[in-house]
């Protein structure tokens, strides 16, 4: 069993448990869904995580996209086909709350 | 109310779901360049208007809920209309303006701010969502 198999995550695909994330990981989980990570990428996710240690919530994309100064358009060319999951899944944290 | 609609079509671009607003009638205000910026809140009639309707209609009441309603709004990090708007255009999310409102109130599309893709009537409308689920808000 690959470690990618042994990770424990919810029926829709979210990470149990935060700290069994890691920075392969991410790519790892980012290839599965044909993302190749580049730093706009790590800065996204990275920014995401921080949020969501601070707050204890999953952030939607609106403040992603503000703390870390990566406008809305580009956040959805980089991870095409529902954002907000994707960066949810990839960074190892809940599905947002959020609407916005 | 501007806000229901434009979330949803924002929650649905998020998880990666098509969204496409159609704007008629009072809807059309919303996309309006000269309403966007100053729409107001229907306090008179609405059920869940948090003051009774006989206060609710006096002069400068409205002004007042919708000031407390802007500050809350704030709070919450949810963006004015017209950043909404732009947040829903940036998110690939496809806006239209209804033929029939804009004639009925004299407008024409270079009226409507810029993130609205096109003019339609109704039925073209139906006719690109086919099978897709419509929500009448």
């Known amino acids: 069993m690959t470690a990618l198999e042994a990770l424990r995550t919810d029926a829709d695909g979210y990470l149990v448990n935060r700290d069994d994330w890691s920075e392969d990981l991410a790519k790892e989980l980012a290839a599965k869904m044909g993302i190749e990570l580049g730093d706009e990428h790590w800065k996204v996710l990275k920014t ?4 969501e240690g601070e707050s204890g919530s999953s952030p939607g994309l609106r403040k992603i996209s503000k703390r870390s100064e990566t406008p809305i ?4 060319k980089l991870f095409p086909d529902g954002p907000a999951k994707l960066i949810a899944k990839i960074a190892g944290i809940p599905k947002p709350k959020s609407c916005l | 109310m501007a806000y229901p609609g434009l979330i949803l079509a924002n929650a649905a671009r998020m ?13 059309l205000d919303i996309v309006n360049e000269k309403k966007i910026d100053h729409l107001h809140l229907n306090l008179v009639g609405n059920p869940s208007a948090p003051i009774p309707a006989i206060i609710a209609g006096l002069p400068g009441v409205e002004a007042l809920a919708r000031a407390q309603m802007r500050k809350e709004m704030e709070r919450l990090d949810i963006p004015p209309i017209r950043e909404f708007v732009e947040m829903l255009d940036d998110a690939g999310a496809d806006l239209y303006g209804c033929q029939m409102a804009l004639d009925m109130f004299k407008l024409t599309k270079d009226d409507l701010v810029p993130q609205v893709k096109e003019v339609l009537t109704a039925m073209d409308f139906m006719d690109m969502s086919e099978g897709a689920p419509t929500i009448f808000i």
Do not use: E
């Open chain 2, 15 to 27: 998880a990666g779901v098509d969204a496409r607003l159609f704007f008629t009638f009072w809807g």
């Open chain 1, 73 to 76: 358009k580009s956040i959805y």
């Open chain 1, 48 to 51: 995401a995580r921080a949020i």
